[in-house]
């Protein structure tokens, strides 16, 4: 595979995983009063996908 070609995947991959990143976090503030449990795992969730996109970028600075 070429470098260009996985750049453009890793850039992909960062964006659309920031996108569910945001949408976790936005979901975790609205139902956070009523299921604070739920919220508390989205928010976690929104964190793993945080440090995923760190190792991506990572990568993708490596190429």
Request: aromatic share 6%.
């Amino acid at each position: 595979m070429n470098k260009d070609k996985l750049k453009s995947l890793l850039e992909h991959w960062i964006e659309h995983s920031l996108e569910h990143s945001e949408k976790y976090s936005e979901w975790a503030e609205k139902i956070s009063s009523e299921m604070p449990e739920i919220s508390e795992l989205l928010k976690k969730a929104a964190m793993k996908f945080e440090e995923g996109v760190r190792l991506l970028e990572d990568a993708k600075n490596k190429l």
